[in-house]
């Protein structure tokens, strides 16, 4: 099992225990008061769950490489020092831990930015001052300061960061690289930066020291790098003395997702290995690996000689020992809906995982052994009952699950047929593993009632019943054309050509997506090359960036997306995806109409007011996506009988309500019951 991916990698001077980098991500740990003792936990959990090779999150060389206002930085012996409680954590559990360094250039959210020339990003306000060109000599130094106080704070290594449209990347190409002196004009110039870093580095760690370079490899923006250029880079870092390259896709102002749960899985790993063979370094690929046999089949495939992955590190910090004990059925997956992690980081929240509340909260929340066992009753299976179940399980307990329907998941049944969601079948997979594991006493197609919990002698009882559908209020709202998303979407109700969702929340915007497709041709998160076609990537790389017009698959439906207010639709879908279910729906033509007043459903279709105008749409069916009311009907008997209740997920509460708060209040729970 899994053979390539757990076999060791000799880099010469050490040795890593199997090909699996847990990538870089950036936390937001760093930044908080006792933020680097709690780094060291996470980080040592992880290289006691077996990792081969851990990369912090990117670490800023000088004060204008800082992603944002307080962002982490390395530039005194004093610092360094600190970072030691990490490289011992770490090193205690066996594993090698390398440091990021990343200069963010133009993207540095905060007034001191700069760049290589002042040209704005897209997706900042900050304009970047120009680098001199001592000011250039000068922050090559800084990374090399950098990488030699890594090695004092006793790092295995550092991570060039030189992808995602960084400092280094926008030296590299001439879209953000207009200079005309020594570090700007013809190729060789644009990549003499990172090479003088490199350059700069090595002398400064000596041999013994792992430098990764994380390569641009699929800028995915116009103007990006050819093909060519890229491979020429690779050979040329090769030669200054770098140990692996890494690969890094697309800049952040790109305009294809590259991580987001639409994309398919191991998606880009055709990019990695076009290289293979023309260096004789380590290459590590990346993005949408999630699982031990998606990673064995990418080397299998001779796609690179290592893979890396990030997210999944906060969803199982014990993916790879798992893998190793054949316990893959046991992993929790990461989803990839960046709903805690990225979105988080760009709130500039403490990050976090939607299917693992205690990822970067491991000092605070655990799930010791009980030393006073208790009865427990968990009413429903979504996946705040299933998180709480099965936790509570795992400590000791002795937990009665029950759940209406003849199957677990919940509301997870109906994300999960959403093309481009259909990894959410994992968490389900996931959950039916640990009620196996733990013993949990599962009750299908039981609507338990507040009778017979009573009569149980519950020491606690849990209600985790969820939401209905709110119904909503117009004439003709029992009219046969009316259905609602779980209609559609649980109990598989026809629709017909033409078709008005009401409400535009994310299950309306899911509503859409869902529509949009038919059955007879695969999601294109299910088909690397149907997932490139879609979002015009050329996937012969004819031109620099590899970008393309893109072609997506025509809707079979003709939809109207409405919603009530005014303003942009989908303004509360998540940070880092939202853009990417709006542009996904432009692409299939959904009309999106705002400031809809609802009048009647009728035979003819439905009768709406478009600010203020009357419109008839002549539509089969109007399918309602108008939010939810909490399910908690067995509450209030259960307390005049003096019960021990606790109400989680959407039946505490269905507004703003997703997974991630649902797995989060259950969680907390669990560990105090
Ligand atoms: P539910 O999932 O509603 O589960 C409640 C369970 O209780 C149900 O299985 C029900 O049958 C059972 N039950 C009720 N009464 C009884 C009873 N008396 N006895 C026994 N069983 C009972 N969230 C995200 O975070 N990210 C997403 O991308 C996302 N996408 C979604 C897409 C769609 C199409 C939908 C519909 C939802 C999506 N959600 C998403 C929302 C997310 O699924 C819910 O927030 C989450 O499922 C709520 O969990 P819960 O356990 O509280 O309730
Ligand atoms: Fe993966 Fe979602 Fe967890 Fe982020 S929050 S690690 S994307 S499951």
Not at 75 to 86: C, N, Q, Y
Request: hydrophobic share 40%.
């Amino acid at each position: 099992m899994y053979e390539k991916l757990l076999s060791p990698l000799d880099l010469g001077f050490t040795t890593l225990k199997n090909r699996v980098l847990m990538g870089s991500m950036h936390t937001n740990l760093e930044e908080i008061p006792g933020g680097l003792e709690r780094a060291a936990v996470f980080y040592a959990e992880r290289a006691r769950g077996q990792v081969g090779l851990i990369v912090t999150g990117g670490i800023a060389p000088n004060l204008a490489g800082c992603v944002g206002p307080h962002a982490a930085m390395l530039t005194t012996e004093e610092e360094a020092l600190k970072h030691r409680v990490i490289t011992e954590a770490v090193h205690k559990e066996g594993g090698k831990i390398c440091l990021q360094i990343l200069h963010s250039g133009r993207y540095g959210y905060h007034k001191n930015l700069v760049g290589p020339s002042p040209l704005r990003a897209p997706i900042n306000r900050f304009v970047p001052k120009e680098l001199s060109s001592e000011e250039v000599w000068q922050t090559i130094e800084d990374y090399a300061n950098c990488a030699a106080l890594a090695q004092k704070a006793a790092y295995d290594g550092i991570e060039i960061m030189g992808s995602e449209g960084y400092l280094i990347n926008q030296f590299i190409v001439t879209r953000t690289n207009q200079r005309t002196d020594e570090w700007g004009g013809e190729y060789e110039n644009r990549i003499k930066f990172p090479l003088e870093i490199v350059k700069k580095t090595r002398e400064k760690v000596g041999d013994d020291f792992i430098i990764i370079f994380r390569l641009s490899m699929l800028d995915l923006v116009e103007g990006g790098s050819t093909w060519e250029e890229v491979v020429y880079l690779a050979k040329a870092l090769e030669k200054v003395g770098v140990t692996i390259i890494n690969t890094g896709i697309g800049w952040h102002e790109a305009r294809v997702p590259t991580i987001g749960t639409v994309v398919p899985k191991a998606g880009f790993a055709w990019v990695t290995k076009r290289i293979m063979g023309e260096v004789n370094i380590p290459l590590i690929t990346t993005n949408r690996i999630n699982m031990p046999d998606v990673a064995e089949q990418v080397l299998q495939e001779g796609c690179a000689d290592m893979v890396s992955m990030a997210r999944p590190f906060l969803a199982d910090p014990e993916l790879v020992l798992k893998a190793i004990e054949n316990r893959a059925e046991e992993i929790n997956t990461c989803i990839a809906c960046n709903q805690a992690c990225l979105d988080h980081t760009f709130e500039m929240k403490l990050c976090s995982c939607l299917v693992n509340a205690r990822a970067c909260h491991e000092t605070e929340l655990n799930f010791h052994p009980t030393n006073a066992k208790k009865k427990i009753a968990v009413v429903g299976a979504g996946p705040a009952g299933l998180a709480c179940a099965t936790l509570c399980a795992e400590r000791g307990h002795e937990v009665h699950l029950f759940e209406a329907e003849k199957e677990i998941g919940g509301q997870f049944n109906m994300a999960k047929v959403i093309p481009g969601k259909e990894e959410y079948a994992h968490t389900i997979r996931y959950y039916s593993t640990m009620i196996k594991k733990h013993g949990v006493q599962l009750s299908l197609n039981h609507r338990v009632s507040a009778e017979e919990l009573k009569a149980g002698n519950f020491d606690e009882i849990v209600l985790a019943t969820g939401v209905t559908p709110r119904k909503v209020a117009f004439e003709g709202s029992d009219h046969a054309k009316v259905i609602d998303y779980a209609d559609v979407l649980y109990r598989n109700k026809e629709v017909g050509q033409k078709v008005a969702i009401v409400g535009s929340g994310g299950i309306g915007f899911d509503m859409a997506e869902y529509l949009a497709h038919d059955n007879e041709h695969e999601s294109p998160s299910m088909s690397v090359s149907a997932y490139m076609k879609e979002w015009g990537v050329d996937m012969t790389y004819g031109q620099g960036g590899a970008t393309t017009m893109p072609k997506p698959m025509p809707s079979p439906r003709e939809i109207y997306l409405l919603k009530r207010s005014g303003g942009k639709h989908g303004a509360g879908l998540g940070k880092t995806t939202g853009w990417i279910h709006r542009a996904s729906l432009k692409m299939k033509q959904v009309h999106h109409v705002s400031n809809v007043t609802y009048q009647k459903v009728d035979d003819e279709g439905f009768h709406i007011l478009v600010n203020g105008e009357p419109q008839v749409l002549h539509v089969d069916h109007v399918v309602i996506c108008a939010g939810q009311e909490p399910l908690r009907e067995l509450q209030a008997a259960l307390e005049t009988a003096g019960q021990n209740v606790h109400l989680i997920g959407g039946a505490e509460s269905a507004d703003k309500l997703d997974a991630k708060r649902a797995i989060y209040q259950a969680s907390h729970l669990a560990a105090k019951l």
